[in-house]
């Protein structure tokens, strides 16, 4: 066999990523992954390195850019430290059901068991956090790998897959002709699962029998690219649709049907009424977890008749009892459920809610809401915040909001008047600085929207090393810090929770405008509320990146909607 008939494992890794159809890679270099980086540095491929300053925010950007873009987020980092510090990315993803790659490079194959610094086992290590896993033992096994993690990432319930490449696989020949790979891989879901015709015709059965039917939506259909099937359906039964924080976006939220979130963390009291009236709750995409139903009380077990369909058949039956369970993609599903149902009907059915129970609700929630949001009370509260950028930002705006303070308030009031994925916050683990890589991630997905990433100070100290691939790249990113120097989430439940014990939850004020300056942003910091909306005014419209310090009302003081507290 010829030179020219072989290739270099990390030429071979490089082209099977080219062979999917990806176009950036979020990453960070290391000893482990010379070879992987010279070939990319010498190869035509196409491809846009990102190169990060953490390789967990490596993980957060692929994240974020596979959610905007419905292709796989692809991250890498070299062994040892590196293949840790990634972690926390690949298992928000996996959890999140997001195809995300991570390539992390290793000691050489025959370096193994001989305390070869940054050895550990990686397939062990990563494991348990992701969907598929493999950590590669020759160089001709290396097309292979791929084609396997990119058909499980995105077949079934996506999910994140990890690969391990060692050094010595990068330099080790192979043969060229192995190297070929299906394209349509590369985007998710790729392989759909259409449902049974039995559990179509029960489910069709079920809604049309149910007096106040009721639709609750997590991240599946949005995955799916089921908003059309989503209100096509409710518009049929004049059936009310939540979402979980995930979700959000299924449904325009200025639809007449759209009931906005549920749950503890972004519900409200009113929504929740919505959903305590529905005789049938069909949850869709959507895991029924304790966020959702406030710990497995709204809807209460027994007192609605449950339809759920999940492409993950975990999840179908862990929570409550199905009267029917739907097997498969929520795409395929609803558009043969809505078929089906068409087929059945003659009229719309007369329901005795619908559009006014949700009218009402959003009468009662934005009432509350807007009261607060005239405030001009110091410092700053939240609710200002939020109604100041609901009128600054375009429908097609992307916001990627940190745990803490930013995500009850953005999911419960943040109206998003366009379906699809505008709103995202890593609701799997909630780890702290997610939001600025998320959002550099977002703008390479989406360049042509503005993307705004919103954090609580404790999570700017997370990530705000980041701010210099966001100067570097000159992306027009606008961050917003809500500044109340304190681990606020955690305050609040010492407060509601805890006689109000605070204990360990409050560090200094830092000074984020001048710590961005000093990283290149043009920024602000805004005390008094009659400033605040020509301050994002202006960072929203200047063409490079900008940061806006907001000194905010902690939350233990504030009225978030977060049902515990409120309570």
């Known amino acids: 066999m010829s030179d020219s008939d072989q290739m270099s494992g990390g030429e071979a890794a490089v082209r099977m990523l080219q062979a999917h159809g990806v ?21 035509d491929h196409g491809i846009a390195h990102i190169l990060t300053r ?123 002709a192995s190297v070929h790979a299906d394209p349509d891989l590369g985007e998710f879901p790729s392989r759909r699962a259409g449902p049974n015709p039995e559990a179509i015709a029960q489910a069709a059965e079920a809604l049309l029998s149910a007096r106040e039917p009721m639709f609750v939506c997590g991240g599946g259909p949005i995955i799916a690219g089921a908003e059309g099937e989503v209100v096509a359906i409710a518009e049929l ?66 007192k609605a008749r449950i339809l759920h369909i999940d492409a993950d058949p975990a999840v179908l039956g862990a929570n409550y009892r199905p009267e029917v369970a739907l097997l498969g993609d929520a795409k395929l599903i ?29 009468q009662a929630k934005f009432d509350a809401f807007d009261e607060l949001a005239r405030s001009g009370e110091r410092p700053i509260r939240p ?14 705006a992307v916001i990627v909001c940190d745990p803490g303070t930013p995500c009850p308030y953005f999911s419960a009031y943040y109206r998003f008047n366009r379906p699809g994925r505008h709103f995202i916050s890593n609701r799997a683990h909630g780890a702290l600085g997610f939001s600025i890589p998320g959002a550099v991630g977002a703008h390479y997905g989406r360049p042509s929207a503005k993307v705004v990433s919103v954090m609580g100070d404790g999570s700017f100290g997370f990530a705000c090393g ?46 984020h405008a001048r710590v961005a300056e000093a990283f290149g942003l043009k920024a602000w910091t805004v005390e008094d509320p009659n ?15 900008t940061l806006v310090n907001v000194i905010a009302q902690p939350l233990h003081e504030a009225r978030a909607p977060v049902s515990e507290w409120v309570a």
Request: with cysteine.
């Open 237 to 302: 039964l004049e059936a009310p649709v939540a979402s979980t924080i995930s979700g959000h976006g299924v449904i325009a939220d200025d639809h007449p049907l759209a009931v906005g979130v549920v749950g503890s963390n972004g519900g409200t009291v009113p929504t929740r009424e919505v959903l305590m009236g529905a005789d049938l709750v069909c949850f869709v995409g959507c895991r029924a977890g304790s966020v959702t139903t406030e710990r497995w009380r709204y809807p209460a077990p027994g």
């Open 54 to 176: 953490d390789e967990r925010h490596a993980a957060y950007m692929a994240d974020c850019y596979a959610r905007v873009t419905g292709r796989v987020g692809v991250c890498e980092g070299p062994s040892g430290g590196g293949a840790t510090y990634i972690l926390p990315g690949v298992v928000e993803a996996n959890e999140s059901s997001i195809p995300v790659l991570a390539i992390t490079t290793d000691i050489s194959v025959s370096s193994r068991g001989k305390f070869t610094l940054t050895e550990l086992d990686q397939e062990n290590l990563f494991r348990p956090l992701t969907k598929w896993n493999k950590v590669i033992d020759r160089a001709d096994e290396v097309p292979a790998v791929f084609r396997a993690a990119f058909r499980n990432m995105t077949s079934g319930r996506p999910g994140a897959a990890h690969i391990g490449l060692p050094f010595d696989v990068q330099r080790d020949p192979l043969p060229a």
């Open 531 to 545: 400033a605040l909306e020509a301050t994002l005014k202006k960072a929203l419209e200047d063409g490079g990146p």
């Open 466 to 511: 980041e701010f210099e691939t966001v100067v570097r790249h000159r992306l027009p990113i606008t961050f917003v810090v809500f500044s109340n120097d304190c681990y606020g989430w955690i305050k609040a439940g010492q407060k509601t929770g805890y006689q109000q014990r605070y204990f360990s939850v409050d560090f200094g004020r830092t000074e």
């Open 334 to 362: 609803l558009a043969a459920l809505l078929g089906e149902l068409k087929a059945r009907l003659k009229e719309t059915p007369k329901r005795a809610r619908g559009r006014a129970a949700v009218a009402a609700a959003r």
């Open 23 to 43: 176009r950036h890679v979020f990453g960070l270099c290391g000893d482990t992954s010379l070879p992987f980086y010279d070939a990319f540095a010498r190869l």
């Open 383 to 396: 609710e200002r915040v939020v109604a100041t950028m609901n009128r600054l930002l375009g429908d097609d």
